[in-house]
């Protein structure tokens, strides 16, 4: 890709901090407690490549400590690199830390023309846009009043509605999509959707995948200071959830003490979770996406494919094969089996397996935990209650725990469409 195309060209960017064990403050503790200046160099970026184009919306996510904030202030020159170029081609404008010059005793009128001019405004510029950003604000008489005198979400908006009037051609935002009360927060997305389109090269950090799938071209992985995958917002960030949903389950093996197996066991012995005759048991259950790949994250919409083994220590007649579906804080939400569904009973001679799919599932965001049962008449043969745990995302906004199909209608003579 040619430069001229590029807004932020990034490459062999590494980073690294001191960090202080117990840090001395005066001379005379550094000469009395020395060994106070203990300190490890903690990298932060290491090796970082990235090109970000002209006009591109560009979401960087990953855990907290991975080095997102620091590539941002990198890119603003608050930081500077120990190794690596940074090239940022156009006027920039941030949102990392909103308010950050603000003098508490100036009105919100004077700290308008000190923070704009920190931007690289003039006064007839700031001039020109004092109306729209006071009005953006919401702030009406107290514009004038100190901004000691603020509420915090007043401070907030006044900082924001400077930081996004200046015109900058690349916008850099570090979580505070969260400012003032739901229809200001509604009032800046718009705004910076606006912006987007108007060609302004904009790159966010944030914990909110909805958020950038809503708004990103792209997004931008970052783990441990390197770039771990870029692209598609929807496929980088299902990469992202499974990666955090396995850490997170070793890290409830570590916490609990016990190996996976164990667990199991455990789980197998707790008569709430697990219980049955045991002719017939369940030996592992995994769910599959319409491209037959494991997974344990699906979208709204999408099939999900379960596919049970088992294995046989006696024979069964009149077997019955169910599943159930709870909301992680033990909601019943769903559940049937063969029999419900008029299928003739089962005899189980050998050891198999039997698969159910949950076609364009309905299921909105959040987790959701699977169980299985196998049956003969009515009496559990083995009934395992948290056999899997699967999540759901969604970007359509919408909430609770189903997507229900629904039509609007509208009076044309009181509404104009």
């Known amino acids: 890709m040619a430069d001229n195309e590029l807004a932020i060209k990034i490459r062999g960017l590494k980073k690294s901090f ?3 064990y117990d840090k001395s ?11 106070r200046n203990r300190h490890e160099n903690r ?50 404008s941030s949102l990392l830390e909103l308010g950050a010059g603000f003098h508490p005793d100036l009105s919100g009128r004077e700290n308008i023309y000190n923070n704009a001019s920190i931007f690289g405004l003039s006064k007839k510029e700031i001039d020109d846009r004092l109306g729209e950003i006071v009005a953006f604000s919401e702030l009406g008489t107290f514009i004038d009043n100190p901004v000691r005198t603020y509420s915090s979400g007043m401070y907030m908006r006044l900082a924001f509605s400077v930081a996004i009037n200046v015109n900058a ?11 003032g009360d739901a229809n200001f927060q509604a009032k800046c997305f718009n705004k910076l959707k606006e912006i987007r389109n108007n060609g302004t090269t ?26 771990m995958a870029q692209g598609k917002p929807e496929d980088i960030h299902m990469q992202y959830l499974e990666y955090m949903g396995e850490v997170r389950r070793k890290k409830e093996v570590l916490l609990s003490g016990m190996t996976p197996v164990q ?59 169910g599943i159930g579906i709870y909301r992680d804080d033990g909601l019943n939400i769903f559940g049937t089996n063969t029999k419900i ?5 089962f005899e189980i001679k050998e050891d198999g397996s039997y698969e159910i799919t ?18 003969q008449g009515d009496v559990p043969v083995d009934y395992w209650k948290t056999a899997l745990e699967i999540e759901i995302v969604s970007h359509s906004g919408r909430v609770g725990t189903f997507d229900l199909e629904h039509d609007w209608s509208f009076s044309d003579k009181n509404i104009v469409k």
């Not at 403050?25 to 060994?35: C, D, G």
């Not at 904009?202 to 770039?227: A, N, P, T, Y």
């Not at 569904?341 to 009973?345: A, S, T, V």
């Not at 949950?358 to 049956?375: A, D, T």
């Open 358 to 375: 949950l076609k364009n599932n309905r299921l909105l965001p959040g987790k959701f935990i699977v169980g299985f049962s196998i049956e």
């Open 43 to 92: 990298v932060v970026l290491d090796g970082v490549d990235l090109d970000i184009k002209k006009g591109e919306s560009v979401g960087l996510i990953g855990h907290n400590g991975c080095g997102k904030s620091t590539l941002l202030k990198l890119m603003t020159k608050i930081l500077y690199p120990d190794e690596g170029t940074i090239e940022v081609n156009g006027r920039v």
């Open 341 to 345: 569904e008029k299928f003739k009973d």
């Open 263 to 321: 667990i199991v066991e455990s789980q197998q012995n707790e008569s709430t979770l697990r219980w049955g005759s045991g002719e017939v048991k369940i030996s592992s259950v995994k769910a599959y996406n319409c491209n037959k790949e494991e997974q344990s994250i699906f979208y709204t919409g999408e099939d999900i494919r379960f596919v049970i083994d088992f294995k046989v220590r006696d024979k069964v007649e009149n077997a019955v094969f």
């Open 202 to 227: 904009i790159v966010i950090v944030s914990h909110s995948l909805d958020q950038i799938e809503q708004f990103c071209d792209k997004s931008v992985w970052v783990h441990e200071g390197k770039v």
């Open 18 to 20: 001191k960090v202080y």
């Open 25 to 35: 403050n005066s001379l005379k503790e550094r000469m009395i407690f020395w060994q």
């Open 169 to 179: 051609d690349i916008l850099l935002i570090d979580e505070i999509l969260a400012v």
